[in-house]
Nanobody, 124 residues
């Protein structure tokens, strides 16, 4: 079983950047694809980005493509989400998640393990 802990959230002005981290423990991190999701108040959890086990494949939601970059360091058991050119609509609680599936997974139900989330606030 994998435990995930996010960090790096905070308050940033529109146009700014943040880098989120997701530290994994209790399992073999490299055995799982990793994804990032976000949830704004009153809205459903939505897919942001995912990266395959060996970083060979990445996939992004259209809303963040070109602005966000997902990456991972299996040697450090850590995943990352670099967020640039942030917009107020990017605000929400960001969650990292781990999936044992080999295919690209973009829905919450495809991810077995979740972190507790980190808050991202973007001021206009």
């Amino acid at each position: 079983q994998v435990q995930l802990v996010e960090s790096g959230g905070g308050l940033v002005q529109a146009g700014g950047s943040l880098r989120l981290s997701c530290a994994a423990s209790g399992g073999t991190f490299s055995s799982y694809a990793m994804g990032w999701f976000r949830q704004a108040p009153g809205k459903e959890r939505e897919f942001v980005a995912t990266i395959s086990r060996n970083s060979g494949r990445t996939y992004y939601a259209d809303s963040v493509k070109g602005r966000f970059t997902i990456s991972r360091d299996n040697a450090k058991n850590t995943g990352y989400l670099q967020m640039n050119s942030l917009k107020p609509e990017d605000a929400g609680v960001y969650y990292c998640a781990a999936s044992g599936l080999l295919r690209i997974a973009t829905t919450p139900k495809e991810y077995a393990y979740w972190g507790q989330g980190t808050q991202v606030t973007v001021s206009s």
